[in-house]
């Protein structure tokens, strides 16, 4: 069966490329929802955790969820119901967020001051198979779906200063990975003048990186000396820290992972990136 949809699906493109009845170009903006999973659920669990181990805490980072997207398609008709979309785009997500601590470690008072600075920058490349009927005199439906690449790259930056060992330092991390997926959604077109319509239309996209691998660093200084690491292979992981509460965190270490006597379940972190796009522009057919 699996076969038989390969094959319909390269047929398609081939009829369309080999006897075009018409093109149409999309040009679209708007906004992708996605859903983060390992990266947010161990920023949750970071407010959680400052919040029950300091005596004061104001602010609270905050996690990744939505980014603008932009996205371009070239649209080939093998009949007035069938098209073949060569599409590509491009969305950004990025939040900074400040938290001041103060409260007491081993006996000594302590204040500190945190900003998380993730920035998430994602290429989706796609074939959809698009089927059109008409609504009205000018209005279209548009169903469509098709099989998803994309070019991910995550940054992280973390300042902290801390009255401990008068600490300041900042940590980075930068992995470049790609992924596949699908995407399918539903789509209106309603025609301006002959040639030119305004569309709008939503999908859902299914797409995970698995094993975020990177670029790492924490450089800086403290009242014991310089503060100086790197490494070319770090992963960003998610683990189990169970001081006195459970709190599922996330941090950047080498291929062994985090350790410690509190620490457990700890596995190399995915970044979810499955969710909703929303998008409207202009088409052009010639």
């Known amino acids: 069966m699996r076969k038989a949809w390969l094959s319909a699906f390269f047929l398609l493109i081939a009829a369309a490329l080999a006897y075009p009845q018409q093109v149409s170009y999309k040009l679209m903006g708007g906004l992708t929802w996605f ?6 659920r161990g920023i949750l669990n970071e407010n959680k955790y400052l919040k029950d181990t300091t005596q004061t805490m104001s602010g609270a980072y905050q996690e990744l969820k939505s980014g603008q997207n932009l996205q371009a398609e ?43 600075r993730p920035n998430l920058s994602v290429i989706p490349l796609f074939v959809n198979i698009h089927y059109m009927t008409r609504l009205a005199s000018r209005l279209n439906l548009d169903i469509f779906a098709g099989p998803l ?32 997926g699908a995407q399918g959604g539903l789509g209106l077109s309603f025609e301006i003048f002959r040639g030119v319509a305004l569309v709008a239309e939503g999908c859902y996209r299914y797409g995970i990186t698995t094993h975020l691998f990177g670029n790492w660093s924490l450089l800086g200084s403290s009242a014991s000396g310089p503060i100086s690491q790197s490494s070319s292979e770090y992963y960003m992981w998610s ?21 410690g006597n509190f620490v457990s379940n700890a596995e190399k972190s995915d970044l979810h990136l499955s969710g909703i796009t929303a998008l409207a522009g202009l088409k052009f057919s010639i």
């Open 239 to 259: 683990y189990d820290d169970t001081p006195a509460a459970t709190y599922s965190r996330i941090g950047f270490f080498d291929k062994n992972g985090p350790t």
């Open 149 to 180: 690449y994309q070019v991910v790259q995550f940054k992280f930056k973390g300042a902290l200063t801390t009255s401990l060992d008068a600490v300041n330092q900042i940590e980075t991390f930068t992995a470049s990975v790609t992924s596949f």
């Open 35 to 40: 859903n983060g999973d390992d990266y947010n």
């Open 74 to 116: 070239i649209l080939v008709f093998a009949n007035r119901h069938i098209a073949v979309g060569f599409g590509g785009g491009y969305y950004h997500s990025s939040r900074e967020s400040t938290v001041q601590t103060s409260g007491l470690q081993g006996g000594l008072p302590f204040d500190s001051v945190s900003t998380f």
